[in-house]
């Protein structure tokens, strides 16, 4: 296997920022090289280097991201605010409820639709049997959920507004 191959180490980090380029991360391995070099103007100007290129780097991916924006593209609009909101859709799945609730759904919203007022006094619907119970535990837990989603729309409103300061 190893005379047909090539093994490539690439190493991918859980903060990597979206306007980290193939240029800037050569940038940066070059302020690594001269770092250890020891030469201090080399070490310098490869730094002044890396900040001019993060820079550059920064401005296109806003640029790109504000041209979402700026287009006559919704979808491309709509794309850009998830982005930036770091937004993930919900896979939302119906509930597998019975018969009978949708009958008594049924006959709760036919009770405003009253065309007659025989029809209004014929026969009342009938009240469901169920009983509605919530534990303190469930309370927590759901509390518990809110909470964590407030908090991370305040991370995702927080790095938003971070993302269009370039530095």
Known sequence: M???T???RIRVYPNQKPWMTKEVQSLLRIRNTTFRSGDG????AARA???RGIRKAKTAYKKEIEDH???NNIRQVWQGVQHITSYRPSNLT?????????EELNLFF????VKSPEAATSHPPALSSHILTVEEHEVRSACRQQHLKMEQQQRRDS???RLFSVH
């Open 2 to 4: 190893d005379n047909v």
């Open 69 to 71: 924006f700026t287009s």
């Open 49 to 51: 280097n890396l900040k």
């Open 159 to 161: 790095q938003a507004m």
């Open 94 to 102: 119906a509930a597998d409820g019975d018969a009978s609730l949708a």
């Open 41 to 44: 103007a080399q070490y310098s």
């Open 6 to 8: 090539v093994d490539k």
């Open 110 to 113: 036919a009770h405003f639709e």
